[in-house]
């Protein structure tokens, strides 16, 4: 027994002393193919850290039955290693003594809240108690929680947000925050740094760099100039924000994917339809977050993390192509399989109604990947706008939104392709030629705009322009360069083409200032249609808005009533969107709650044709859901930030003059809805 003791007690020492002697420090960013071996040792990470615990306990479960052997024999050595310091009594043998010591401490080990006096007597009272005791207690510290260290530093305080808070609740809070300070900053000359802190403060004073207890106890606050503490909150943002994905990410893993019951209700195929690669982005957040826990443990003040968003969107991102273009056939499939699998029907209800979902739906958890790549554009965007300008921090901003712009518009371009495509293909199958066929499919055309407006035969005088038999039901398809003008068939299932005209050969003329009676009234005119004659048609809409968004459509080089948002002009009224919107039809345009756009033009029944200013996307949208910008500094700010974006990514670009009038961006928020 002495024997292996001695031999217990030599291989933990030297185990101990490779430890300390062997810190391994490998660099940052490593592309490991093994996501265990990226956890276990190839980043110097805070292994007590928040995320790196939620970590932890997910490969204990995959490895539930090898760990339960491995205790066992950690237990029996352990006993061996207790048996020399039991005390032999007359009641009690030596082994008995150490028996009982090993029982107390490995079965029921006290909790951290329990001090060494509080244990004292018991297996305690032995000959080796300062030994046996000095061993417990750091036992203790590598398995507990949290070290007392790690609850005053940065990495506790995002795992604090990271435990409590998914990021269908931090987004949302999020926008209306960023509403808020807009509202507020209407009634003052200028949105100055310490309204900001002020503002933030009072609205989520949790996640907020500044009242963290590390922060405040260093001093820094007391002499950091107010535009460095706003940008440490902007890096702050990102980092938290991050936590709160990962989360979400892993109540969809292990609440839904993980789920036997539910996974007994699909075929392999079902489950690939509806989760896609989702475990691929799972990774790609778990070497992101990695990366930006070992950042901010460097030190309080955090120096950047737009170089590692940079890195990763550079190398692991493109997961989120894939998983974005997929999230069409995911949402079809979801329905399908919801009105045709009544198993898995009743389980998902069980599931979404689970309190750990906190009343979120299936759904929400499914777009969360595109949610968070357009978001983290967003929030590398704000943290572009503060830094100072040419230096080492401005170059890594700008590498970092660049690279994820291309990710966004690629996703983007994806959605769009298959949905064109698919939509293409739905309305050749029901237009029908009299004379000259015109192919409708093709990869480079688009539907920008569908319906139907009435054709007037035009009038002689006022009694003929009351008659009802003056008007005759038409509809339009137009496409990005070509103009169908059908009507229905006989059967009304299919619509007869009566003409044609390319895009470019278009021409509109208000009739408003012609009277009361021609108030939604416009002239059409062919310059060159399919019998290459030059042709006039005078149309009729339902409502004002409904005429100037046909008239915009059809030539959309016709000047607005407002100046373009490519004059910068400080006095063009701009809005801040304060209820999301999914677009209904082509031409409107999909906005979420904190979006700034400029009002291009307004119409007098509640439509307005904006342009956002973080991306150039146009489109129309209703007046209900944005309220007015009417500070003029405000507006001036959001036009600066707006331009130094431009300028510091060398005046490259984005689009925004050379709008095709296409689908507006495919957006999230239409699935939630």
Not at 11 to 17: D, F, M, R
Not at 54 to 70: D, G
Not at 365 to 389: D, G, S, Y
Not at 463 to 480: C, D, E, H, M
Request: one cysteine or more; a neutral charge; aromatic letters at 8%.
């Amino acid at each position: 027994v002495m024997a292996m003791t001695a031999l217990f007690r030599g291989k933990k020492g030297q185990e101990i002393q490779v430890k300390q002697s062997s810190v391994p420090t490998p660099p940052l960013h490593q592309e490991e193919d093994d996501e265990d071996d990226l956890l276990r040792g190839s980043e110097p990470i805070r292994r007590n850290s928040r995320f790196y615990r939620s970590m932890r306990k997910k490969r204990n479960r995959e490895k539930s039955s090898s760990y339960q052997q491995n205790s066992k024999i950690i237990g029996i050595y352990f006993f061996f290693w207790l048996l020399p310091l039991g005390v032999a009594t007359a009641d009690q043998p030596v082994w008995l003594s150490a028996y009982l010591a090993w029982q107390k401490i490995y079965a029921g080990c006290p909790s951290r809240s329990h001090s060494p006096s509080s244990v004292r007597g018991g297996a305690w009272a032995t000959t080796g108690e300062s030994r046996l005791r000095g061993a417990m207690e750091g036992l203790r510290e590598r398995t507990e929680n949290c070290s007392l260290q790690d609850n005053e530093s940065l990495v506790c305080n995002v795992g604090a947000i990271f435990s409590g808070c998914l990021y269908q609740e931090y987004r949302d809070s999020s926008k209306k925050q960023e509403v808020e300070q807009r509202r507020q900053c209407e009634g003052t000359a200028a949105q100055a740094p310490a309204l900001q802190l002020q503002l933030r403060s009072h609205t989520r004073s949790l996640s907020l760099w500044q009242n963290l207890p590390a922060v405040q106890e260093s001093g820094l606050l007391t002499h950091l100039p107010q535009k460095e503490v706003i940008l440490q909150e902007a890096i702050f943002e990102l980092v938290t924000s991050e936590a709160s994905y990962y989360k979400s990410l892993e109540l969809l893993e292990t609440h839904f994917l993980r789920n036997p019951s539910l996974f007994s209700t699909l075929s392999h195929s079902d489950m690939h339809f509806l989760f896609s690669n989702i475990e691929d982005v799972i990774k790609a957040s778990e070497r992101f977050l990695m990366d930006l826990e070992h950042r901010i443990e460097e030190s309080i003040l955090i120096s950047d993390v737009c170089d590692i968003v940079h890195h990763h969107a550079a190398n692991y991102f493109s997961v989120f192509i894939t998983y974005v273009i997929n999230q069409g056939y995911q949402e079809k499939s979801y329905r399908r399989i919801l009105q045709e699998n009544g198993p898995f029907r009743e389980i998902m209800s069980q599931l979404e109604n689970h309190p750990r979902v906190r009343g979120l739906s299936f759904t929400s958890f499914l777009i969360l990947p595109f949610q968070r790549i357009t978001r983290l554009k967003l929030l590398v965007q704000n943290i572009l706008k503060k830094v100072e300008e040419n230096s080492e921090r401005e170059m890594n901003a700008v590498k970092a939104h660049k690279e994820l712009e291309q990710i966004v518009k690629e996703c983007n371009e994806g959605v769009r392709k298959m949905n064109r495509t698919e939509e293409l293909i739905g309305i050749e199958k029901t237009l029908e030629f009299k004379s000259k066929s015109v192919p409708v499919i093709s990869h480079s055309r688009w539907l920008l705009k569908k319906g139907e407006v009435l054709q007037m035969a035009g009038p002689k005088n006022t009694r003929t322009l009351r008659s009802k038999k003056l008007y005759q039901p038409i509809y339009l398809f137009l496409f990005n360069n070509l103009l169908l003008i059908t009507k229905h068939s006989s059967s009304n299932e299919k619509f007869q083409v009566l003409d044609s005209c390319s895009r470019s050969m278009l021409r509109t003329e208000d009739m408003d200032d012609q009277g009361q009676m021609l108030a939604c009234v416009f002239v059409l005119k062919l310059l060159e249609n399919q019998e290459e004659r030059t042709v006039s048609y005078m149309m009729k809409t339902s409502c004002m808005s409904d005429k100037l968004r046909w008239i915009y459509a059809l030539t959309p080089n016709l000047r607005t009533r407002f100046l373009s948002a490519s004059a910068h002009q400080t006095d063009c009224p701009q809005v801040q969107c304060i209820q999301s919107y999914s677009s209904q039809e082509p031409d409107e345009l999909s906005i979420e709650m904190a979006d700034v756009l400029q009002v291009l033009e307004k119409t007098e029944d509640g439509w307005i044709l904006g342009e956002r200013l973080h991306d150039g996307e146009r489109g129309w949208f209703p007046c209900r859901v944005v309220e007015g910008i009417l500070n003029f500094e405000l507006r001036a700010q959001n036009l600066r930030e707006c331009q130094r974006i431009q300028l510091a990514q060398g005046g490259a670009s984005r689009g925004r003059r050379t709008h095709k009038q296409s689908k507006p961006t495919w957006s999230s928020e239409s699935h939630q809805e």
